[in-house]
């Protein structure tokens, strides 16, 4: 990057993690430093919430995302503002009525200690494992684009994280992600924009999103009902409602957001602007992965976007065979240009008869395309099965640092940087929320000074971050990273809603029951997803329903006494 990227990058990053130590210099009680002292605005809430959800991986990840797969991701969503409907009108009065610092405490006023304990450790190993994601990915990616040290790349977000949440606790988070978020939203729309200007030269942008929809990048619905599908209207409508209900109201990163608010009138605001403005960000995000697919079509992509796995093959096999199959991914990419300018032509004056043509003609040569990315995929494997195949990730990078002009590229790289310390930052504070409050506090030192409790919650923090770089140096990417954060969370999510629907809704149930059901009903996720090929969405509607069924089966056959 040129100098003035790295002052726009720097200095961005700067401004947002000092202002949000110089903000919450004055926090001095437990209040303050876990719930902000109740003094939150919807807005800061309503972005808070967006941030600490809107992970460096869903700028990296999602728009690769929309540029191989189109568009089916934006259905994960659409249970969401459902389950935010019902969190906002269910779970936030309880929550302010028991003035809970965690939403686990309520599980030991409603059944006992071994439930709030079990539900709190299954947040901890969760949240604590995805927030060395949440580092590790951006990371990975960053210092791979950018020829910088990946171990440093780590360190400099984890430090950073780690400097404001322990100086200020939840207040300082909520107001920094609240401009970090703002720098993101502006960030990718720069990044859209510059996506259709360089369009322009060659088709308009209805005509860019016909290209897209005639290669189904745009295929946004799927009515089918294949349960291996991961992405289907009915697995994002179920499985991503009771994913979006466990995770905004039992996630103590979402509950410890919103329960800073200065009222539930506040709390619910925030949460209703994510509802209205989610799905409408994924979708955009997504669209911005599916255009750039068409701008890959008129501008020359690499045949692979991961340069680096490209140098470890031709330091290991040499170059020959790299040569050939980039000769004729080249080949094909002038044949895909040329057909994608006569479906464009076709499409302003040709019949119905001739468009088809002109579109199979595209599609055909697509598909040449995607098989000499395959081929080159296929040598990377056979050559070292340790480099990493999946190069989605890094399409929007390689544009942004190829075809962005000087300062804006700092910019969005910030943005990344900004998305990766918002939500670390949010999974820090509440990894130490529920750390002192559901175990320090619950079990060793029930009397403790506010003085004892703010040090142990700052060290606390501080070792969670700690123990998060810890986790980036040991992760391993097996998947797209969006997927991979929301199959570990589909893997847990289940159990604590069920948990928590229980105890909304079954009055007669009662500790035990609900502890064995938890218990059970994780071992069968966790050996369905191992010995399954059920898409991982369900895996929260099974989770959630099995906690419920087996629950009551263990109370029928134990009657309350």
Same mark, same amino acid.
Request: with cysteine; aromatic share 14%.
């Given at each position: ?30 209040? /303050?430093?876990?719930?902000? /002292?109740?003094?939150? +605005?919807? /807005? ?15 700028? !990296?990840?999602?728009?690769?995302? $929309? ?37 686990? *405490?309520?599980?030991?006023? @409603?059944?006992?200690?071994?439930? @709030? ?15 060395? #994601?949440?580092?590790? &990915? ?24 780690? #400097? ?63 349960? %291996? ?27 410890? @957001? ?7 009138? %506040? ?44 140098? +470890?093959? %031709?330091?290991?096999?040499?170059? *020959? ?55 080159? +995929? ?30 804006? !590229? /700092? ?14 930052? $949010?999974?820090?504070? &509440?990894? &130490?929320?529920?750390?002192? !409050? ?25 070792? =969670?971050?700690?123990? &998060? ?9 097996? *998947? ?17 809603? $069920? ?16 502890? =064995? $059901? ?31 069924? #087996?629950?009551?089966? #263990? ?7």
């Amino acid at each position: 990057m040129s100098t003035l990227d790295l002052v726009v990058l720097f200095g961005t990053l700067g401004l947002i993690v000092g202002y949000g130590v110089y903000k919450t210099l004055g926090t001095k009680d437990i209040d /303050g430093y876990l719930r902000g /002292g109740s003094s939150m +605005k919807w /807005g800061t809430i309503g972005l808070s919430v967006m941030a600490t959800q809107a992970s460096a991986i869903t700028f !990296i990840s999602t728009p690769g995302q $929309g540029y191989e797969s189109g568009m089916a991701f934006v259905q994960n969503y659409f249970g969401l503002p459902i389950a935010l409907i019902i969190v906002a009108f269910v779970f936030i009065p309880i929550y302010y009525k028991l003035k809970v610092y965690t939403a686990y *405490e309520y599980l030991e006023s @409603r059944f006992d200690k071994k439930t @709030r304990l079990l539900g709190a450790f299954l947040f901890l190993v969760q949240r604590g494992l995805a927030a060395g #994601i949440t580092i590790y &990915a951006p990371a990975i990616i960053l210092s791979t684009i950018l020829g910088w040290s990946l171990s440093w790349t780590i360190l400099l977000v984890g430090v950073l994280v780690i #400097i404001y949440t322990v100086s200020g606790g939840t207040k300082a988070v909520s107001l920094t992600q609240k401009h970090q978020m703002t720098v993101i939203l502006i960030g990718m729309a720069i990044a859209f924009g510059y996506i259709v200007h360089y369009l322009s030269d060659f088709v308009t942008f209805p005509e860019a999103l016909h290209i897209a929809g005639s290669l189904d990048k745009l295929n946004a619905v799927d009515f089918s009902l294949d349960f %291996e599908k991961r992405y289907t209207v009915w697995s994002g409508i179920l499985g991503g409602l009771f994913l979006a209900l466990s995770y905004f109201g039992t996630d103590q990163s979402q509950v410890q @957001r919103y329960l800073g608010g200065k009222n539930t009138i %506040e709390s619910r605001m925030g949460l209703m602007f994510n509802a209205v403005m989610k799905v409408p960000m994924q979708f955009f995000i997504l669209l911005t992965g599916a255009l750039l697919y068409v701008f890959y079509i008129f501008y020359q992509p690499p045949v692979h976007f991961n340069q680096q796995s490209l140098n +470890k093959v %031709e330091q290991q096999v040499g170059s *020959e065979n790299i040569d050939l199959i980039t000769e004729d991914h080249d080949y094909w990419i002038g044949k895909r240009k040329a057909s994608a300018m006569v479906y464009k032509d076709a499409l302003l004056s040709g019949s119905k008869e001739e468009q088809k043509e002109a579109q199979e003609l595209l599609q055909f040569t697509a598909e040449q395309v995607n098989s000499s990315r395959a081929e080159m +995929k296929n040598l990377i494997a056979s050559t070292d099965v340790t480099i990493k195949l999946k190069d989605s990730d890094y399409v929007f990078l390689t544009f942004i640092l190829n075809y962005l002009p000087q300062g804006i !590229i /700092g910019l969005l790289i910030a943005v990344i940087f900004s998305a990766a310390m918002s939500s670390t930052s $949010g999974e820090l504070n &509440a990894l &130490a929320s529920t750390s002192v !409050i559901d175990f320090y506090k619950n079990l060793i030192n029930q009397n403790g000074t506010e003085k004892q409790y703010m040090l142990v919650s700052k060290l606390l923090t501080a070792a =969670w971050g700690v123990l &998060a770089i810890c986790f980036a140096f040991m992760a391993h990417q097996s *998947e797209n990273l969006i997927e991979m954060v929301n199959i570990l969370g589909s893997l847990f999510y289940g159990n604590i809603l $069920g948990i928590f629907l229980v105890a909304f809704f079954f009055k007669y149930v009662q500790g035990t029951a609900v502890f =064995w $059901g938890a218990i059970l009903s994780q071992s069968l996720v966790i050996a369905l997803y191992n010995f399954t090929e059920i898409g991982y969405l369900w895996f929260n509607v099974i989770g959630c329903v099995g906690v419920i069924v #087996i629950g009551l089966l #263990i109370q029928l056959v134990k009657p309350k006494a």
